[in-house]
């Protein structure tokens, strides 16, 4: 099977490229593939692929909120440019969005067709891209997750472990609920969907949910560190953009699928044992 995979150098990116190193790939990303330009498309009808998996995006949400209009360059336009190249092709475009397409007002998990109304201008952009994908390919999968983190690139994860070496105290928001996923599980969840026709919005998270607190105080357990993690609200820390409070996505459309993820705990903890052989491989 030929996949052009975008984003290949990111968090997911990367986990993509071993979980899928038996097919034959195409890998896409700054800085010779720009999603702002016009003409970023022919590199992929070019490859004529089967299978698009569309991972490249601008995920700086507070950077967001200063440049709006580079947020929706990339989310929005630059998303409805692969999705055209992946109609010309026939092949299907698999999208990778996000839980910040809600508000956070609801109170219990949100599933696919509940409405979308972002709070931030990343979120907005990340819609715009959802609603681009599915109007200009048929053939199209959008795969919604959140709090993603993995053992490649920036996340909470690395920067609460740094925190946590640095700090006699951390301090981390407790009033905002979400599903942190480990970005290898969701690497290999999405190829075993490569076998399966699911078109349409599928949320797809580690098992569970948290708040940031929750999460950074099992991050500090299993890394050992005798560093107490104080809860505040968001209030406390303000920030350019405006997060969901509860963000917490459905795994029922998944299960129904014949697919389960593991927990987050779990992911965590693989996620802690994984990450000293890949930092001692960079440095």
């Known amino acids: 099977m030929r996949i052009v995979i975008t984003g290949a150098q990111g968090q997911l990116g990367t986990d993509l490229r071993q979980v899928l190193q038996g097919y034959q790939l195409t890998l896409l990303d ?3 593939f720009d999603l702002t330009h016009q003409d970023c498309g022919r ?31 990339v989310n929005a336009e630059g998303t409805e440019r692969v999705a055209r190249a992946a109609a010309l092709v026939g092949a299907r475009l698999i999208y ?45 999968l959008v795969v919604r997750t959140a709090w993603l983190y993995g053992l490649h690139g920036r996340n909470f994860v690395k920067t609460m472990l740094q925190l946590a070496s640095e700090r006699p105290c951390l301090k981390v928001v407790a009033d905002q609920r979400g599903c942190p ?17 699911a078109q349409g919005v599928l949320h797809v998270t580690n098992a569970g949910n948290c708040t940031w607190h929750e999460f950074a105080t099992e991050i500090v357990r299993l890394s050992g560190r005798p560093v107490p993690v104080e809860a505040i609200t968001t209030a406390d820390m303000p920030r350019p953009a405006k997060r969901p409070a509860y963000s917490v996505l459905s795994a029922d459309r998944l299960h129904h699928l014949g697919f389960t ?3 987050w705990q779990d992911g965590l903890q693989r996620f802690m044992k994984a990450l000293p052989a890949v930092s001692s491989a960079v440095s």
């Not at 996923?181 to 026709?197: E, R, V, Y």
């Open 43 to 73: 590199v992929i009808v070019e490859a004529a692929p089967e299978v698009v998996i569309h991972a490249g995006a601008h995920t700086d949400v507070d950077g967001a909120e200063r440049n709006p209009a580079l947020a929706l360059a």
């Open 181 to 197: 996923t480990f970005s290898g599980d969701l690497a290999g969840m999405i190829g075993k969907l490569l076998a399966h026709p």
């Open 96 to 140: 990778i969005s996000t839980d910040y397409v809600f508000d956070g007002r609801g109170t219990r998990p949100y599933v696919e067709t509940d409405p979308t109304n972002p709070v931030s201008a990343y979120g907005e952009s990340k819609r715009a891209g959802e609603q681009r994908a599915l109007a200009c390919c048929e053939n199209t």
């Open 30 to 32: 700054l800085p010779t």
């Open 261 to 263: 993820m593991p927990s």
